[in-house]
Nanobody, 122 residues
Framework: VQLQASGGGLVQAGGSLRVSCAAS????????MGWFRQAPGKEREFVAA????????YYADSVKVRFTISRDNAKNTVYLQMNSLKPEDTAVYYC????????????????WGQGTQVTVSS
């Protein structure tokens, strides 16, 4: 499956942004989806994940309450709504797809998008 992330940009602290990830090539509803991020000089970290049918969601403690992951299987798209953004949320955000399990572990994801830059100014 091919993944194309979009929607990143520059936002002030306290603001909101929604990033999207469009999938193509295979049946999107067969895949659990995740969002990860990587800031300069830091390891990639888990942000959020959602099960195939959207019934289960998981969040990193650092984004819980502020971020919401959702998906529209009819549109082959997964979203990450980010509210109350902080400068420490600045990173490249990547979407990923797993055929096996909904998980926080990046190694379990089979396909990755190219990333979209989110920059939060203070």
């Amino acid at each position: 499956v091919q993944l194309q992330a979009s929607g990143g940009g520059l936002v002030q602290a306290g603001g909101s942004l929604r990033v999207s990830c469009a999938a193509s090539g295979r049946t999107f509803s067969n895949y659990h989806m995740g969002w990860f991020r990587q800031a300069p000089g830091k390891e990639r970290e888990f942000v959020a994940a959602i099960s195939r049918d959207g019934g289960q969601t998981y969040y990193a403690d650092s984004v819980k309450v502020r971020f919401t992951i959702s998906r529209d299987n009819a549109k082959n798209t997964v979203y990450l709504q980010m509210n109350s953004l902080k400068p420490e949320d600045t990173a490249v955000y990547y979407c990923a797809a797993s055929s096996r399990v909904v998980t926080t572990e990046g190694i379990e994801y089979d396909y990755w998008g190219q990333g979209t830059q989110v920059t939060v100014s203070s």
